[in-house]
């Protein structure tokens, strides 16, 4: 059984920076593709930003884009999020997941569905508030 647990997570101002991490463990993600999700009260959860298995290609939501930057050490079993000149609208639960690459494949919509990832962490809260 694999786990995925994420850490980082905190408050900070507008125009701040954090960075996220997901420790993964119980198996090898290395032929996982990985994505960040989040959630804002009262909002559905939303795609942020998706990586290959190999950190090849990168997706990201149009509203993080320029912002955040995902990336993944693979020896280290972890994935990260980049997150700069984070915004009020930034606040939320951040979620890592996790997809058999062979599931998830090679398409940026294909990382959008939630339905696609197999393993979920916890969550980790963020919040930006002045």
């Known amino acids: 059984q694999g786990q995925l647990v994420e850490s980082g997570g905190g408050s900070v101002q507008p125009g701040g920076s954090l960075r996220l991490s997901c420790a993964a463990s119980?198996?090898?993600?290395?032929?996982?593709?990985m994505g960040w999700f989040r959630q804002a009260p009262g909002k559905e959860r939303e795609f942020v930003a998706g990586i290959t298995w190999s950190g090849g290609t990168a997706y990201y939501a149009d509203s993080v884009k320029g912002r955040f930057t995902i990336s993944r050490d693979n020896a280290k079993n972890t994935l990260y999020v980049q997150m700069n000149s984070l915004k009020p609208e930034d606040t939320a639960v951040y979620y890592c997941?996790?997809?058999?690459?062979?599931?998830?494949?090679?398409?940026?919509?294909?990382?959008?569905?939630?339905?696609?990832?197999?393993?979920w962490g916890q969550g980790t809260q963020v919040t930006v508030s002045s």
């Open positions: 997941a996790a997809s058999p690459q062979s599931r998830v494949g090679f398409s940026a919509s294909s990382y959008r569905d939630e339905a696609k990832y197999e393993y």
């Open positions: 119980g198996r090898t993600f290395n032929s996982y593709g």
